[in-house]
């Protein structure tokens, strides 16, 4: 495909809306997806690669042999060591090529998947029963171990292709037939139909993924799939470079290109992502960018991206790039030989942008070594559960190794916890972040609503918070009242101007709690017993090596930082408290406070 793209074209992809350029105009001269591309191989990275490949097997190798009687609850890691082997065994620069002792842990390996591989063709993972979706992710490393085998001629690895065949087969009934639980689901599966398609050919396999993919795959303006999750950001990624491939749809890696243009942005410099919006688990996680390694590096080989060559090379200068990329991802580069190529063009971006994901109320900003993350996009009302974005951390600072983990807001305001904005306002360079809260009392009910056996409606008070026979909905609701909050955050040049404002029922306990991270160092703020830090008044510091972070002044009107979560976790014995150094600054309302960090 010869798709040329204009720089319009490339700023509705990839949202770019920053007030300095972040990628050199250079880019807007290269096709989007160049499909011959010649670049010759990259020697050096296929070595590593090898090399710690086989590391990997040796320690497979050393392992402990599975005890046949205990049944197993996941198979990924059993599908990732057959993946690894493989690479090995079929590789002439492997230590363990032609290895007859990997060939025979091979067998063990995948006959252990054909013993608890159901009639359906379906594996259990975890409480997912016969699970379709978790098959699929199975599936990734079986059909790749099988096309590395495909063409191989080696006589005693002949039994080991024909199980991997019959494993993948049966597993494609399940496939053709099998339901998803998440969105991310849907486009995992179709990947594996493609892999098993460009294996063993059927048309009932891209039937199914043209019944799925008849469904749309959502992509908002920000970039972001459904989820909004770093996680199955990377898997959606994966699986449309898959389905690109396999299927020769190349309008699939427009949505990856829109995707990895946004991660750009959500990645920190030392690799961390941004994951306070996400919708899922890892709204509470700590991940890194080298979920995103095959994605850039494939993109930037197929569009002489040079923000994604630059991706690659930040996630090829990371601790976490052996463990993580080169222990055993050998097999992808082998059954995809394009990512042997070396990258065609140099990696460029600016260190210096202001981006407003406006669908997300999500502000990222970076000035040299300082980065800021601002966040007011929760789903409302606020409830926790898989699917719905629930962080309560409305600010992220970082001044390389010295790091503001988060920023959150608390009120002692009937116990309704922690500040949630809705949305987020920008006007210049200040981004307005407010919320709303209402809790409400309630009136005798009315007499056509009355029994006498007070056997009331179970049901949820309006403000959400109290289930009980109380018929609510049939009661007036009287002595209501309000808290409203208001932080508006100003940037220039990297340092924050922040101003409070809670109005609302006078004497309510306000909490501005800061987290830092573990080996944060903390001066001008007092400790207390449970070595909690509060800054009275004043300003503090914390340090990280060589780095700093100045904030402040303090106020101290109250110690109470217990119960800061709410109800919905304190009754059940739960909290949002993280590790960390915490450093809290606290008044009463009418509360106005304001301070600066930088």
Known sequence: MKKQISRGEFIRLSGLTLAGALVSDAIFANDLFLKNNTSKEDIQLMKKLILNNDATVRKILNKVPLDPTIRLSSFRDIANSIATMTASI???????????????????????????????????????????????????????AAFILKNNKQSDLASLKDKFKKFIL??????????????????????????????????????????????GIYINKDGHYSERSGIYSAVIDRALITMARTLNRPELLDLVYQNLTTYLYYTEQNGDLVT?????????????????YLQYRYMAIRTNSAMFAYMVNLIENLPDFTT??????????????????????????????????????????????????LFGGNDQPVQIVSGRSSNPNFLMYRKQDAILKYMRLSTSFFRMGYFSSDGIVKE????????????????????????SDGNYKLSESPDGRFWNKMDFDSRTKSNVKKQITIIEITEENGALSLDFKVDGPPNVEVTIEMCFNEESIVKGAEIEE????????????????????????????????????????????????TNGVHVYITGFTPFTHKMTIG
């Open 90 to 144: 079929a590789n002439s620069g492997s230590e363990y090529y032609k290895s007859k002792v990997l060939a025979e842990k091979l067998n063990q390996a995948i006959d252990i998947l054909l013993k608890e591989q159901y009639s359906d063709g379906t594996l259990d993972a975890g409480g997912n029963r016969q699970s379709p979706p978790d098959t699929a992710f199975v599936l990734e490393y079986i059909c790749v």
């Open 170 to 215: 049966n597993a494609g009934e399940a496939m053709v037939t099998g339901g998803v639980h998440t969105p991310n689901h849907r486009w995992v599966i179709c990947a594996a139909l493609a892999n098993i398609n460009s294996l063993y050919p059927d048309t009932r396999y891209v039937k199914r993924i043209d019944q799925w993919l008849a469904e």
């Open 276 to 292: 306070v919006d996400s919708k899922r688990q890892d709204q509470f996680m700590t991940l890194k960018v080298t979920k995103f």
């Open 324 to 373: 993580d990329i080169l222990s055993d991802s050998l097999a992808f580069f082998m059954e995809n030989e394009e990512l042997q190529k070396q990258i065609p063009v140099e990696g460029k971006v600016e260190n210096d942008f202001e981006k407003f994901f406006a669908a997300s109320n999500l502000a990222r900003i970076r000035r040299g070594k300082t980065s800021v993350t």
């Open 428 to 451: 210049g360079n200040k981004y307005i972040l407010k919320e709303t809260k209402e809790a409400d009392y309630y009136q005798p009910l009315a007499e056509e609503f009355r029994r």
């Open 530 to 577: 449970k070595k909690n830090y509060f800054l009275r008044s004043g300003f503090g510091e914390v340090a990280t090596g060589e780095d700093t972070i100045q904030f402040g002044p303090g106020k101290c009107e109250h110690l109470n930082i217990e119960n800061l979560d709410s109800e919905e976790y304190t009754y059940h014995k739960g909290s949002l408290h």
